[in-house]
Structure formats: C-alpha cells, structure tokens
C-alpha cells in the first residue's frame, strides 16, 4: 500500500480507536491490532502514541474546518456568510461522532485561551476566518468599527463555550437553540432599535 494511502488509514484508524477509548485508555497495540499490524511498523509512521494522537486530532479538525470554510463557498451576502459560518461550525461537529467523542473524553482539545493550547494552529486559523470575516464586513459598512481581533477572540470565545457547554451537557436540541440565541444576539445585539 502506497505511504500516504496507508498513512491516511493509520489516522483513520487511529481516530475510531481513540473516540473509542479515549488517549489514556488506548494503547498503540489497541491500533496496531485494529490495523492488523505490528507495533514497530507502526512506529515507522509515527514517533509515539501522543504523535498519532496530535495527528489524528489536527486532521480531525482540520477536515472540520475545511468543510466549514468550502460551505462558505457562493455566498455572497456578508451577513448571510456570517450566519452560515457560524451554524455549520456547530453543526458539523455534531455530526462528526467520532472527534465529538475524541473532544468528550478531552475537552482541553477546545480551548477558550488561544495563546497556550496544544491545537494553537488550526484554532487560530478558525479565529482569523472571523476575523477576515469582520473586517469585510466593516469594510462594506455591514458591521461597525471595533476592533478586528479583539472581537474575533470575543466571538471565538463564546463559540467555544457554547460548543463545550452542548458537547459536554450533552442537551443538542438546548444547545443549538442556546447557540442560535447567542448568535443572534451577537449579530443583532439586545436593545430594541
């Protein structure tokens, strides 16, 4: 089996064991086994049980994100760009069982402090979506003038929580409603105008 190819079925592998298990709980037998083959070959694609781990959860995410990003695609209206960035964002995670699981057993993967997390990049990246969001839209006159980042960060912050919150009480009807609330009141605010 070509590298890559075997590479993308030793993370694929990797992520069902370890939504599974959980990172403590597997071992790199656990997916050896599940791979049918050995541990030293195994290490030959990887450097440790943590390496696999940090690589089935970046493609995770970022498969995440990109899904997020591609469903942007054709919109042109701002606001409606806006909306569906975030929905999807929240949707898509619900629908990926197995980094749902991945999150659940470890939810420090979805940090709220984006300086000193162990995913730093790919959150980020999701941050600088907002912010470039943001800044069209202050650009075309859509939204009003505040900070970029500090906005993005605030935006990002409450998106994490509300993801957490749904993920971890486990209530997906309360918080998507709860998501869907706090969205509109970030895009519309509290005062009647």
């Known amino acids: ?76 209206d701002l606001r409606e760009r806006f909306m569906k960035m975030s929905t999807n964002a929240f949707h898509y995670l619900n629908e990926d069982e197995e980094l749902k699981q991945i999150i659940l057993k470890d939810p420090i993967i979805l940090t709220q402090v984006l300086r000193d997390e162990r995913y730093r990049d790919i959150n980020l990246q999701s941050r600088d979506t907002i912010m470039k ?20 960060d605030f935006f990002y912050t409450i998106y994490i929580m509300l993801l957490k919150s749904t993920l971890i009480g486990g209530d997906e009807v309360d918080g998507i409603r709860m998501f869907n609330q706090a969205l509109e009141i970030i895009m519309h605010g509290l005062l009647k105008t």
């Open 133 to 152: 969001l943001i800044d069209e839209g202050k650009n075309e006159g859509v939204f009003r003038d505040f900070d970029t980042r500090v906005t993005a």
């Open 1 to 76: 089996m070509e590298s890559k190819k075997k590479k993308a079925l030793i993370l694929r592998t990797a992520k069902t064991v370890f939504a599974k298990y959980g990172y403590k709980k597997t071992t790199v037998e656990d997916i050896s086994s599940e791979l049918s083959m050995t541990k030293s070959n195994l290490y030959f694609y990887v450097k440790s049980k943590k390496d696999l781990y940090d690589q089935v959860v970046m493609e995770a995410m970022a498969q995440w994100y990109e899904r997020v990003t591609d469903s942007l695609d054709g919109i042109g």
